[in-house]
């Protein structure tokens, strides 16, 4: 997302002109005109191999687990909401942004919003508790810091943060993004969060295939201190960076069904790594 910033200004002039004349600050990408088009999220598949034991008994059984589907269908159409600026600990930042998107306009919030319900499905036979940070995809919002709240209050034991990047169209492959120490604030969440984070990278890799990000980070991981849903967090806390969605092959993988119910399995095997 840091890349997208950076990147955003050369890549696609049209877009940036929409997202400008929206008055809309994308973290994820271009962003702008992908509102019109987002598509709805598919229907999970039957889970394949689906443990037989009843949740209550199941190996996440009394884990919460927070997953936060980056952005929301309704960002693009209200820039004086999600451009509010709101307190990330360390600065204050739009309250949230629109997103990116595949070259031909499957959204970024369409995708973060199917492989978290996917996910949560997944979590869910397995015993965990699993709150998602918005209820729809057609809404505004949340912010980023109250995405964060979300996940303090309910006492999570982990929280993912899902996102698709929208990076210059020559870099693939995924990362995970941890917080860096926001001193006086999050020390006591850091080590943690590294942890999840490296499980987490690890069951992706091994789950999907996909490489770890050939344009951003070290190994799949990064440290950032500028984002809010991971400044704000007391609880273990991490995002992933699931793919370069202007990227040909990453694109391909994450608007298929199958690719987005890879990624989802992968996920739920990083958690249940983590917590077990
Ligand atoms: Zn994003």
Request: with cysteine; charged share 20%; aromatic share 4%.
């Amino acid at each position: 997302m840091r890349a997208h910033m950076t990147f955003s200004g050369r890549k696609a002039a049209g877009a940036v002109a929409i997202a400008a004349a929206a008055g809309v600050l994308s973290a994820c990408g271009s962003g702008g005109g992908s509102s019109a088009s987002a598509a709805p999220p598919s229907p999970a598949p039957t889970l394949a191999g689906a443990s037989s034991t009843s949740p209550s008994q199941g190996s996440l059984a009394g884990k919460v687990i927070v997953i936060d589907p980056g952005h929301n269908g309704g960002n693009a159409s209200h820039p004086a909401i999600i451009n509010k600026k709101v307190n990330v600990i360390n600065a204050m930042k739009p309250c949230n942004s629109t997103g990116t998107a595949t070259n031909d306009d499957y959204a970024e919030h369409a995708f973060t919003w199917d492989v978290a319900n996917r996910l949560a499905k997944i979590l869910r036979a397995k015993g965990a508790k699993v709150i998602l940070t918005r209820k729809n995809d057609k809404g505004v919002g949340p912010c980023v810091d109250e995405r964060a709240k979300i996940a303090n209050r309910a006492h999570a034991d982990a929280s993912l943060a899902i996102h698709g990047d929208g990076a210059p169209a020559s870099g693939h492959g995924f990362h995970i993004i941890e917080p860096a120490v926001i001193k006086g604030h999050n020390e006591k969440i850091v080590p943690e969060s590294r942890k999840l984070g490296l499980d987490i990278r690890n069951a992706f890799h091994e789950g999907t295939g996909i490489p770890y990000s050939t344009y951003l980070g070290k190994k799949g991981l990064d440290i950032r201190s500028d984002l809010g849903g991971l400044n704000v967090a007391t609880v273990p806390a991490v995002f992933i960076e699931a793919g370069n969605m202007r990227n040909a092959g990453d694109a391909a993988k994450m608007k298929s069904p199958a690719g987005r119910e890879r990624m989802a399995q992968a996920l739920a095997q990083g958690f249940v790594k983590f917590l077990t």
